[in-house]
């Protein structure tokens, strides 16, 4: 992948091992007879599942599959500027092909996940892990369902027309495991979304609690729900569901500060599902070592917007300490960003400048990492914006939420109501500051904001020159491979 050739540019190490959640290596084909035969197999294939969540699938481990889109997204849209090497020079410009090796990477490796999955829920629901009681065995099953909407849905995201629920370009819903080639047409997006929401569902209903934050509970899948409620379009469930999240009785709450977030790892109270890492000989022992230089102010700096947006945060416009990035801007991107935070434990870095203190631990630090793909601020905001957006929605309400959050990043002014719209932007701009860097929900939300009329993403963005450019090619591999597989256009 190109994005590997950093890697090697900036010299990290790659170690090789196994713990707890590792003992299974991600096999690119599962023999039907040996994969299940009780419930301790069956948790050996649902880890191998979560492995592959966070890896490539290669042997190198290289650049967790979610952080490689992920940066490659950020760049995608308004929010950041990018090093000025070729890397990403297609995501910059939205002229990205179908070749392109990291949609390659991030398609396979996604229906990767799902087929793994598929082969586990068979197999439960046809009672192989018979020393599991019905509870257990649906426990296992929610997790399973829950990998598989993520999976879905990061597919739909990124190579679906996920914003308009009457188009035909959905992705390719698997709900059973393929044991050879299978041809498939797409779904519709309908019918992705139908998929999707019914896993999440029944992961909401059945899913464990008490876990670790490396894994989907309950909880989380209810998080994810919402989450897709919104995209939907379904704001009054959105909302509803949004609200039991926050008001959830398993342990996940608001930290007090935004450096907790991150200094805690995956132990946080907020963090609803974070990336497993392990003893320091991990696959994954490089490349988080990797994160905070990439996602540096050398390699990732913040677009021109997004330092105005930052500036503007305390109430005196034009404060800023450009340099160093350490006052006048808000708190929470002066956390990530600042050059001079004392809390930066991961270098100066390999190339000679600070890391991102939002990624301030190796991935392959016991104690667990900072690569969340969901927090509960995240649903905080999704409850504002359903909130805002549906049919009577009391704005006083979803503004509190927004507010929430802004109370406890010290220095900047609250959020205060003047209409519909502005409180819409505001809720956006709001995911910029408190997201940034983490799973690339504001390119997804420069999308949804340009197809619901709030805003022209071309303006913001002049390569954006046509809907088209909102989603991404299906690998060329894919279409080889499936002649009923259909390109978008």
Same mark, same amino acid.
């Given at each position: 992948?190109?994005?590997?050739?950093?890697?090697?540019?900036?010299?990290?190490?790659?170690?090789?091992? $196994?713990?707890?959640?590792?003992?299974?290596?991600?096999?690119?084909?599962?023999?039907?007879?040996?994969?299940?035969?009780?419930?301790?197999?069956? @948790?050996?294939?649902? $880890?191998?599942?979560?492995?592959?969540?966070?890896?490539?699938?290669?042997?190198?481990?290289?650049?967790?599959?979610?952080? /490689?889109?992920?940066?490659?997204?950020?760049?995608?849209?308004?929010?950041?500027? &990018?090093?000025?090497?070729?890397?990403?020079?297609?995501?910059?410009?939205?002229?990205? /092909?179908?070749?392109?090796?990291?949609?390659?990477?991030?398609?396979?490796?996604?229906?990767?996940?799902?087929?793994?999955?598929?082969?586990?829920?068979?197999?439960?629901?046809?009672?192989?892990?018979?020393?599991?009681?019905?509870?257990?065995?649906?426990?296992?099953?929610?997790?399973?369902?829950?990998?598989? *909407?993520?999976?879905? %849905?990061?597919?739909?995201?990124?190579?679906?027309?996920?914003?308009?629920?009457?188009?035909?370009?959905?992705?390719?819903?698997?709900?059973?495991?393929?044991?050879?080639?299978?041809?498939? *047409?797409? $779904?519709?997006?309908?019918?992705?979304?139908?998929?999707?929401?019914?896993?999440?569902? %029944?992961?909401?209903?059945?899913?464990?609690?008490?876990?670790?934050?490396?894994?989907?509970?309950?909880?989380?899948?209810?998080?994810?729900?919402?989450?897709?409620?919104?995209?939907?379009?379904?704001?009054?469930?959105?909302?509803?569901?949004?609200?039991?999240?926050?008001?959830? @009785?398993?342990?996940?709450?608001?930290?007090?500060?935004?450096?907790?977030?991150?200094?805690? +790892?995956?132990?946080?109270?907020?963090?609803?599902?974070?990336?497993?890492?392990?003893?320091?000989?991990?696959?994954?022992? *490089?490349?988080?070592? %990797?994160?905070? &230089?990439?996602? !540096?102010?050398?390699?990732?700096?913040? !677009?021109?917007?997004?330092?105005?947006?930052?500036?503007?945060?305390?109430?005196?416009?034009?404060?800023?300490?450009?340099?160093?990035? !350490?006052?006048?801007?808000?708190?929470?991107?002066?956390?990530?960003?600042?050059?001079?935070?004392?809390?930066?434990?991961?270098?100066?870095?390999?190339?000679?400048?600070?890391?991102?203190?939002?990624?301030?631990?190796?991935?392959?630090?016991?104690?667990?990492?900072?690569?969340?793909?969901? +927090?509960?601020?995240?649903?905080?905001?999704?409850?504002?914006?359903?909130?805002?957006?549906?049919?009577?929605?009391?704005?006083?309400?979803?503004? *509190?939420?927004?507010?929430?959050?802004?109370?406890?990043?010290?220095?900047?002014?609250?959020?205060?109501?003047?209409?519909?719209?502005?409180?819409?932007?505001? =809720?956006?701009?709001?995911?910029?500051?408190?997201?940034?860097?983490?799973?690339?929900?504001?390119?997804?939300?420069?999308?949804?904001?340009?197809?619901?009329?709030?805003?022209?993403?071309?303006?913001?963005?002049?390569?954006?020159? !046509?809907?088209?450019?909102?989603?991404?090619? =299906?690998?060329?591999?894919?279409?080889?491979? $499936?002649?009923?597989?259909?390109?978008?256009?």
């Amino acid at each position: 992948m190109k994005i590997k050739n950093i890697l090697v540019a900036i010299c990290l190490s790659v170690f090789l091992s $196994n713990c707890s959640i590792d003992k299974i290596e991600p096999n690119n084909l599962l023999v039907e007879d040996n994969v299940v035969r009780d419930g301790e197999s069956a @948790s050996l294939l649902l $880890n191998s599942a979560y492995v592959l969540f966070r890896t490539n699938g290669d042997s190198a481990g290289a650049l967790e599959i979610n952080q /490689e889109i992920i940066y490659a997204l950020n760049v995608a849209g308004e929010q950041f500027s &990018a090093f000025p090497v070729g890397f990403v020079e297609d995501f910059i410009t939205n002229t990205v /092909e179908a070749d392109d090796p990291d949609l390659k990477a991030i398609y396979i490796n996604q229906y990767k996940v799902i087929n793994t999955v598929n082969f586990l829920i068979e197999a439960l629901e046809a009672g192989k892990a018979s020393d599991l009681n019905d509870d257990e065995t649906n426990a296992m099953i929610a997790e399973a369902r829950t990998i598989r *909407a993520i999976a879905h %849905f990061k597919l739909l995201r990124i190579f679906g027309q996920f914003y308009d629920l009457n188009s035909i370009y959905g992705i390719v819903v698997r709900t059973e495991p393929a044991r050879g080639a299978v041809f498939s *047409a797409r $779904n519709t997006v309908q019918e992705t979304y139908d998929a999707i929401v019914g896993d999440l569902e %029944f992961a909401a209903a059945n899913g464990p609690s008490g876990i670790p934050h490396y894994r989907v509970s309950a909880v989380t899948a209810q998080a994810y729900l919402a989450k897709v409620q919104l995209y939907i379009g379904d704001y009054t469930n959105a909302a509803n569901t949004a609200t039991a999240v926050i008001n959830n @009785s398993d342990g996940y709450t608001l930290e007090q500060t935004y450096d907790d977030i991150f200094f805690n +790892r995956w132990d946080s109270s907020e963090v609803l599902f974070a990336l497993f890492s392990g003893d320091g000989r991990t696959t994954e022992a *490089a490349p988080t070592a %990797f994160l905070p &230089a990439i996602y !540096s102010p050398f390699f990732l700096p913040p !677009s021109e917007s997004f330092l105005t947006l930052a500036d503007a945060q305390d109430g005196v416009i034009g404060d800023a300490e450009l340099f160093t990035f !350490s006052s006048g801007l808000d708190t929470r991107f002066s956390f990530g960003y600042n050059f001079n935070n004392p809390n930066n434990q991961n270098n100066p870095s390999v190339v000679g400048v600070p890391g991102n203190v939002k990624y301030p631990y190796d991935i392959s630090a016991p104690n667990g990492n900072t690569t969340y793909l969901l +927090r509960l601020a995240e649903v905080y905001l999704i409850f504002a914006e359903a909130e805002a957006r549906r049919d009577g929605g009391d704005l006083n309400a979803a503004l *509190a939420r927004l507010n929430e959050l802004r109370t406890r990043a010290t220095g900047i002014e609250l959020k205060t109501l003047t209409d519909k719209a502005t409180l819409l932007a505001d =809720i956006r701009n709001e995911k910029r500051l408190e997201l940034y860097i983490e799973n690339a929900e504001p390119w997804f939300d420069l999308v949804r904001y340009d197809i619901l009329g709030d805003l022209d993403a071309s303006t913001l963005k002049p390569t954006l020159t !046509s809907q088209n450019k909102f989603i991404y090619p =299906i690998p060329q591999s894919a279409l080889a491979s $499936n002649n009923l597989l259909k390109q978008n256009p």
